[in-house]
């Protein structure tokens, strides 16, 4: 390979962990068409950026987001710093040509979300959501499945994302719980992936009613040792108020006629990641379970009546038989969590050296913010909202 793609990443912690091992991974298990060079990390304090850049394999640190930009020695931006910094930087990584991979939600609002689609479009760089959930193999299937006629006309889509790690009301004030950072809290965190995946696999969304809600309304100021943690912090003594839902639920209707209900919460005791989708159809269904994440099940309406029932579908099976599992271990091998992320910068480094977004673009990204602000508003005002 001729070309080498330098990657500059802002942000450190949870996701830039998840991402460092993913810039790592690809080249050695994919065919990419470029050598990746994880160049320099970014965040805004020297010494716990400086222990990330030894723990995760990077060339530099940096505490200047701005100079890593503007650096002609950068060519990818990957960002995946707290919400309300998206658009600063991928507005100005656009204007210094860089090509960037952004996390979810795309920005704050849709305004935001807006000025970001204008300014990769104007600048012609390859741009990307990190939905990595669109390329866990069994949703790819699903995808492939859905779009072959497998399940017919489809009427429901049933979503449903939970976890809880907020419960306890000692839980300190991370900038997640604050909407001056996030935007928003369960919503746009975790039902922004079930609603991304809704458009993924279903189509686009026509109208939505919404109902959101805050359990716990004032939690512990963090101590100065927590600044900053987001899963994980320390608390202290001062308290502070929650700006944000703690659980975010809405039924609504796709433009194609479908039916939707997701439901997203941080207070489902037991569940630390779960992500169960359903969808049906008139020649079958759909089922998948985050926590049995290898498996897809089928049911088809067209067996005959005495062999009716929900079967597995394995989806492990290389050689092109399912998506992504070939470049991994033989049949049977199952793969994880951090696989979907190498699966995305997979297809994004190669989206790089074609000049080609690859889905879920900016663009997806504005229209999963569009369906956000819906529900948000259906919410606040107790009346369906169109999208």
């Not at 995760?56 to 503007?70: E, L, P």
């Not at 790089?352 to 889905?359: A, I, N, Y």
Request: aromatic fraction near 8%; include cysteine.
């Amino acid at each position: 390979m001729a070309n080498t793609l330098r990657v500059g990443m802002i942000g450190y912690r949870f996701m830039g962990k998840a991402h460092s091992n993913a810039w790592r991974q690809a080249p050695h298990f994919f065919p990419l068409k470029a050598n990746v060079e994880l160049h320099t990390i970014c965040g805004r304090d020297a010494a716990n950026v400086e222990a990330a850049r030894k723990q995760f394999g990077w060339q530099n640190a940096s505490t200047d987001w701005r100079a890593v930009v503007n650096s002609p020695d950068i060519d990818i931006i990957d960002i995946n710093t707290p919400n309300d910094s998206h658009a600063e930087i991928a507005i100005a990584a656009a204007k210094a040509g860089k090509h960037i991979l952004c996390e979810k939600p795309l920005a704050l609002n849709v305004k935001q979300c807006d000025e970001m689609v204008a300014a990769v479009k104007k600048a012609k760089v390859v741009n990307m959501v990190c939905h990595n959930y669109r390329r866990i193999p069994a949703i790819a299937q699903a995808k492939k499945m859905i779009e072959e006629g497998t399940l017919g006309e489809i009427y429901h889509y049933h979503a449903r994302y939970a976890q809880d790690w907020i419960v306890n009301p000692d839980f300190p004030l991370v900038w997640r719980l604050q909407k001056g950072v996030s935007g928003s809290g369960t919503h746009g965190d975790i039902n922004a992936h079930i609603i991304d995946l809704g458009r993924y696999l279903v189509g686009e969304f026509k109208e939505v009613c919404g109902l959101m809600h805050t359990f716990i309304k004032e939690r512990p100021l963090m101590d100065a040792g927590g600044k900053g943690q987001g899963l994980a912090a320390n608390s202290g003594k001062k308290m502070g108020k929650v700006t944000v839902d703690d659980t975010a639920l809405f039924i609504g209707r796709f433009k194609n006629g479908a039916v939707a209900n997701l439901e997203a919460t941080r207070f489902a005791l037991g569940r630390k990641n779960h992500i169960e989708i359903e969808i049906n159809g008139s020649k079958g269904s759909l089922h998948f379970d985050f926590e049995d994440m290898n498996r897809l099940k089928f049911f088809d309406n067209t067996n005959p009546a005495d062999r009716m029932g929900f079967r597995d579908i394995l989806v492990t099976q290389g050689g092109g038989v399912h998506p992504y599992v070939g470049q991994w271990w033989p049949p049977g091998h199952i793969i994880g969590y951090e696989h979907t992320f190498v699966h995305t910068i997979a297809d994004f480094i190669n989206a790089c050296v074609e000049g080609k977004s690859v889905q879920p673009t900016f663009e997806d990204g504005l229209k999963n913010e569009r369906v956000l602000e819906a529900v948000e508003e259906s919410a606040k005002k107790r009346q369906w909202v169109k999208v």
